[in-house]
Structures are given as C-alpha cells and as structure tokens.
C-alpha cells in the first residue's frame, strides 16, 4: 500500500474517532465528588489545612478541561488539511461621481424678495483715498445762469441718524462739477455714508473734519461730463440722541456750463417754494 493510501486511511479513521468520541463527564464529576468528601473526612482535618482540598478540586477539573483540549487538538489535526470553502462577499460597485459634484461651498439662495428701502437712500460710496478737497468758499444764490440748487434733510431722519440732500437742476452740460456738503459737529457728528444719483465711477469722493465740520466732497473726474437733468447728492451721518438742529449746515456747488464757471449754493432750512426756475 502506498504512504499516500496510508494517510488517506488514518486521516478517515482518526475523523470517525473524532466523531464518536465523548468524554466521561459522569465518571470524571464523580471523581470531583470522591475527592471532596475525602477532604470532609476527620482525619484529613486534623493533618491537612483546607487549601488542600481546593487545591485537589482545582486540578481535577483542570484534567477536565485538559481531556477536552486534547480532544478537540485531535480533531483539529484531522482536519486542519481540509481547505475551506471559499466564499463570495458581494460588495457594492464605487459610486460613479456626479459631474455636477464640487468641492466648492454651496452657494445661499437668492433672496428673490425686493428691497423697499426709502425712496431717497440708495447705497453708500466708499470714500476715496485722495486728500482732502479744500473748502470751497460761500456761494451768492442757489441760482445762476444754467444752475439751481436746493438743501433739505431727508424726512426719514431720526434721532440717531440723519440724510442732508442737495438738490441741483442743470439745463447745459456741465464739463466741470464739485459739490460739497458741509455739517457742523453739534454732538456725535460721524460719517455713516454717502451716494449720488450720477454714476458712482465718474466722481471721487473726500469727506473729512475741517473746522469744527464734516465735510463731503464729490468731485467730477477728468473728462466726464454732466448731462441736463436734475440730479441729488447726500450725505448721511449718526449724530447724538434726539432732535439735530441744522441751522448751520451749508452747501456749495461749482460746476462749468458753456465754458463759464458758475456757483450755487445754500442752507438746509424749509423752503415756501421748492421748485426753482431753471
């Protein structure tokens, strides 16, 4: 017979012994139970301490489990040639990404609801970084030639903030324009703004304190011009609590028409009428 035949045979046999093997719990508890009434015996009192006993309890169920072991060793040799069954995990096919996926942060929703601030408040400039412009020196009029002008504080003022509007009406080009606003600090006077109803990139604009007022400056830049119509410059800023009394704010206006310089210019009080002939 050959050495392969004769493997094949004592792997079968040693796999039925496996099977059929059952330890003899009974005979091996009953041994457990003769050891422990020998230790409940007079003479083993007097002669041997308690620990003993424990001692013969524990290796005996030590045996127990070293009975098991070695059973359970033969198994295992027996089979441990076997190889397993392979088997199969399914596993889920990776996600193909979205082309419309990025690693860029979500963009908020428009806010399709329109605003509804004052007629008379649009966005503020930002002040530009050029020096100062020089106060201008007091007007004779709020008219001349081609030229009207007009003050008046915003109605939606309140008691921390404030609008000073300046009116002008032009019926020629203007190919020169410098307009400025000039609020006297009577409390808490601070910068909180200013816009134009003319394009924003056509003008510089400087505000500043001079001589105990806040002063805005819109100047016409280089090469652009002013067309007929009428136009409004304001400038918004916070002042202490209550009431503000602008008695003493005033306006100037320089503009060129026709290649004649004109100037106008005011106060910001109540007017009977308005409207100014243009």
Same mark, same amino acid.
């Given at each position: 017979?050959r050495?392969?035949?004769?493997?094949n045979?004592?792997?079968?046999?040693? @796999?039925?012994?496996?099977?059929? @093997?059952?330890?003899? +719990?009974?005979?091996i508890l009953?041994?457990?139970?003769?050891?422990?009434?020998?230790?409940?015996?007079?003479?083993?009192?007097?002669? +041997?301490?308690?620990? #003993?006993?424990?001692?013969?309890?524990?290796?005996?169920?030590?045996?127990?489990?070293?009975?098991?072991?070695?059973? &359970?060793?033969?198994v295992?040799?027996?089979?441990?040639?076997?190889?397993?069954?392979q088997?199969?995990?399914a596993?889920?096919?990776?996600?193909?990404?979205s082309?419309?996926?990025?690693?860029?942060?979500?963009?908020?929703?428009? /806010?399709?609801?329109?605003?509804?601030?004052?007629k008379?408040?649009?966005?503020?400039?930002?002040?530009s970084?050029?020096?100062?412009?020089?106060?201008?020196?007091?007007? /004779?009029?709020?008219?001349?030639g081609?030229?009207?002008s007009d003050?008046?504080?915003?109605? @939606?003022?309140n008691?921390f903030?404030?609008?000073?509007?300046?009116?002008?009406?032009?019926?020629?080009?203007?190919?020169?324009?410098?307009?400025q606003?000039?609020?006297?600090?009577?409390? &808490?006077?601070?910068?909180?703004?200013a #816009?134009?109803?003319?394009?924003?990139?056509d003008? /510089?604009?400087?505000?500043?304190?001079?001589?105990?007022?806040?002063?805005?400056?819109?100047?016409?830049?280089?090469?652009?011009?002013?067309?007929?119509?009428?136009?409004?410059f304001?400038?918004?800023?916070?002042?202490?609590?209550?009431?503000?009394d602008?008695?003493?704010?005033?306006?100037?206006?320089?503009?060129t028409?026709?290649?004649?310089?004109?100037?106008? &210019?005011g106060?910001?009080?109540?007017?009977?009428?308005?409207? &100014?002939?243009?």
């Amino acid at each position: 017979m050959r050495q392969q035949d004769v493997h094949n045979e004592l792997r079968a046999r040693l @796999h039925e012994a496996a099977e059929t @093997h059952e330890p003899d +719990r009974a005979r091996i508890l009953a041994r457990i139970e003769r050891g422990m009434a020998q230790q409940d015996r007079a003479d083993h009192r007097a002669t +041997r301490p308690p620990v #003993w006993g424990w001692a013969r309890v524990v290796s005996a169920t030590a045996a127990v489990a070293g009975m098991l072991a070695v059973g &359970g060793y033969a198994v295992a040799s027996a089979v441990k040639d076997d190889k397993p069954q392979q088997q199969t995990v399914a596993v889920s096919p990776t996600p193909t990404p979205s082309p419309d996926a990025t690693s860029r942060a979500p963009v908020p929703p428009v /806010d399709t609801t329109p605003s509804t601030p004052p007629k008379t408040q649009r966005p503020s400039s930002t002040p530009s970084t050029k020096p100062s412009a020089s106060v201008l020196p007091p007007a /004779d009029g709020e008219k001349d030639g081609p030229l009207w002008s007009d003050g008046s504080v915003d109605p @939606h003022s309140n008691d921390f903030w404030a609008q000073s509007n300046i009116t002008l009406k032009t019926s020629e080009q203007l190919t020169a324009l410098t307009v400025q606003l000039k609020v006297a600090q009577t409390g &808490g006077v601070g910068n909180a703004g200013a #816009w134009r109803s003319l394009p924003e990139q056509d003008f /510089d604009l400087t505000v500043g304190e001079q001589n105990g007022f806040l002063v805005y400056t819109w100047t016409l830049k280089e090469g652009r011009t002013v067309a007929k119509g009428e136009w409004v410059f304001a400038g918004q800023y916070n002042h202490q609590r209550g009431g503000r009394d602008a008695k003493d704010d005033t306006y100037t206006i320089t503009a060129t028409a026709d290649g004649q310089q004109r100037a106008v &210019g005011g106060d910001f009080a109540a007017h009977a009428d308005d409207e &100014g002939d243009s």
